[in-house]
T-cell receptor, first 115, second 112 residues
Framework: AQKVTQAQTEISVVEKEDVTLDCVYE???????LFWYKQPPSGELVFLIR??????QNEISGRYSWNFQKSTSSFNFTITASQVVDSAVYFC????????????FGRGTSLIVHP | DGGITQSPKYLFRKEGQNVTLSCEQN?????MYWYRQDPGQGLRLIYY???????QKGDIAEGYSVSREKKESFPLTVTSAQKNPTAFYLC???????????FGPGTRLTVL
């Protein structure tokens, strides 16, 4: 069975600090997909990134970067120079191949960025 | 504009009443999903539909019902059998070519 753990329930930082959100997953599949979503106070989940299990290359998108390490089953998300607008709940999710594309979500990490 | 619409944003109902939450999409996506979110918890799957006129139960289907008569629409009915219906409900869609889900703005249901 697939499982996603986001051990950090809440993180509080001051603007311009760098922050890393941890995501650890469990799966028996060799082919799977990992996702990060952002949920701002408005409630809608916004898709940020999708990564398949065969692509361990790290990705950077502006102030966002993702570090995928199969050896530790982790897919961590770093925000560089955080801003108040980054305040949100961030969810990590895992989807196994060959199924009904039903992802398992972690419980989320609430990030609060203070001005 | 293309997207997923959920209405209303906030919904209040008296205990014992059935209520239907709307989810409409014009993305031409095949699959649609309903999730429930409670404070401090992740998303829990209620029902999903891969194609029109077919749907499957998720992890917490008891007390809920759905229909999928049109590709664009996947309404969720919260029945009086649902013991704790107060929650935030999210609808999502997925195109047949990828496993990425896209979410609507959500409906916050409060049962008084």
């Amino acid at each position: 069975a697939q499982k996603v753990t986001q051990a950090q329930t809440e993180i509080s930082v001051v603007e311009k600090e760098d922050v890393t959100l941890d995501c650890v997953y469990e799966t028996r599949d060799t082919t799977y997909y990992l996702f990060w979503y952002k949920q701002p106070p408005s409630g809608e989940l916004v898709f940020l990134i999708r990564r398949n299990s065969f692509d361990e290359q790290n990705e950077i998108s502006g102030r966002y970067s993702w570090n995928f390490q199969k050896s530790t089953s982790s897919f961590n998300f770093t925000i560089t120079a955080s801003q108040v607008v980054d305040s949100a709940v961030y969810f990590c999710a895992l989807s196994e191949s060959g199924g009904s594309y039903i992802p398992t979500f972690g419980r989320g990490t609430s990030l609060i960025v203070h001005p | 504009d293309g997207g997923i619409t959920q209405s209303p944003k906030y919904l209040f109902r008296k205990e014992g009443q059935n209520v239907t939450l709307s989810c409409e999409q014009n993305l031409n996506h095949d699959a649609m999903y309903w999730y429930r979110q409670d404070p401090g918890q992740g998303l829990r799957l209620i029902y999903y539909s891969q194609i029109v006129n077919d749907f499957q139960k998720g992890d917490i289907a008891e007390g809920y019902s759905v229909s999928r008569e049109k590709k664009e629409s996947f309404p969720l009915t919260v029945t009086s059998a649902q013991k704790n219906p107060t929650a935030f409900y999210l609808c999502a869609t997925r195109t047949g070519y990828t496993d990425t889900q896209y979410f609507g703005p959500g409906t916050r249901l409060t049962v008084l």
